[in-house]
């Protein structure tokens, strides 16, 4: 009667563990993908933020500050949104210009999808 009762007990501590582990695993991994998400959420509302600065008041200043928050996108952001941030960038300053009213179409799709993820 005992032969099956030990295994059972010693298998039920093993589980246990095992669980532990997988469960902590699991924990540091989402803490990670919340980081990067609360991470990427600032990068991309401040390179936004500096877009409508450097755009409505255009200054040596304010196209610093853009141009830090864009760097700051080639750290946490996606390389779609790196490429359609340099597009927005490489676009004339004329801001009713239809090649810069597309690349920040661009830019805003791909953070989007980059949020999504």
Not at 41 to 56: C, F, K, P, Q, V
Not at 62 to 76: I, Q, S, T, V
Not at 77 to 105: L, N, P, W
């Amino acid at each position: 009667m005992m032969d099956w009762f030990l295994p059972l007990i010693g298998g039920l501590g093993l589980g246990s563990l095992l669980k532990g582990i997988v469960d902590y695993f699991l924990a540091t991994k989402s803490k990670a993908n919340d980081r990067l998400y609360n991470e990427k959420r600032e990068t991309y509302l401040g390179l936004l933020n500096a877009m409508h600065e450097s755009d409505i008041h255009p200054s040596p200043e304010n196209a610093k500050a853009y141009g830090n928050w864009h760097n700051r996108c080639k750290l946490f952001g996606s390389h779609g949104v790196i490429e359609a941030s340099q597009r927005y960038i490489d676009t004339s300053a004329d801001v009713q210009s239809d090649a810069r009213k597309k690349a920040f179409e661009e830019l805003f799709l791909e953070m989007r999808k980059d949020m999504a993820r």
